[in-house]
C-alpha cells in the first residue's frame, strides 16, 4: 500500500514540474523578440581616442608586397611601459594631395615608470596597405607630437 502511495505521490509531482518548467525537455523552446539592440539608438557615443601620440617617430620604413605594402615604424615615448600602439589612417585613409597620413598613436602605462634609456623606450608598429589604397600615393607621412617621418616613391 505504501508503494502505491509512493507512485501517486511521484505522478503528481512529475506532472506539476512539467507545468512549473522543470522538465528538461520543455526548456529553450521557441523564441520571441527582445528590445535589446547590438547598436543603440543614436548610435555610439563615446568615440574619443584615449590613446596619446608618441613622441617621436625615429624610423620608418615602407616595405613592397605583392599585395600592397607594409609600413614598419619605430616610436620614441617619454618613458618605459607605453603600450598598444597602432598607426591610426587620418582622412578615412584616403590620400590627400597624394599623401597618405597616420597619426602613431600609443597608450600610456597606468603606472608610473622610469623613463630609461632611449633603446628601452622604442615601440614598433606595423600597418598593411593594399594596392588599392596606395594607387595615386606619391608620399606616405607618420605623425608624432615632435616630429614625423615621410616616405616618397
Known sequence: MSGRIII???LVLGLSACSLGWNPLNWFQGSKEDTIA???EGGFTDTTERRTIVSQVTDMQVLRTPGGAIIQVTGLPPRQGYWNAELVAENGERPVDGVL????????PAVTTGQGAP???QVFVAHVVSNVILAGVRQIRVLGTENSRVARR
Open 119 to 121: 633603446y628601452a623606450r
Open 101 to 108: 597620413t597616420y597619426v602613431f598613436r600609443i597608450q600610456e
Open 38 to 40: 547590438l547598436i543603440p
Open 8 to 10: 501517486a505521490f511521484s
